[in-house]
């Protein structure tokens, strides 16, 4: 485990009173706890508009039996191979399907495979979860 270091924060009583709340809301065993999540949040958020290397997944459900739609996925998805570490294919009914894409790489790369995948017709549904690929930010 890493080391930890302790320091002081003030702020007004009202924004800790929401804060704490907020933990209760949430489950955190403690403010640290909610305080680390808050921090690595917006460092992963800096990954992402800097350009850094992020990790995640693209969750979409699509129409299986629009059958170029299909061939389609699968030529979008072999132009991003070096981005697209695994995919999960399951078949939610007779008519759609949703597949999980594991994906690691710049955030300009992750972004430009969900919003190629995101605009084809047939697609229902698509939303995209980053986190940072890099050591020290987690």
Known sequence: MSELYRFGVSLEKALIEAFDRHIETQCYKSRSEAIRDLIRE????????EGG??????VMTYDHHKRELVNLLLDIQHDFQETIISTQHVHLDHHHCLEIIAVKGSSSSVEKLATTLK?????KHLSL????AAEGTA
Do not use: Y
């Open 42 to 49: 917006e460092l992963i958020r800096k990954e992402w508009t």
């Open 119 to 123: 605009v084809q017709v047939g697609v």
């Open 53 to 58: 290397t992020v990790a995640g997944a693209i």
């Open 129 to 132: 979860s980053i986190s940072s």
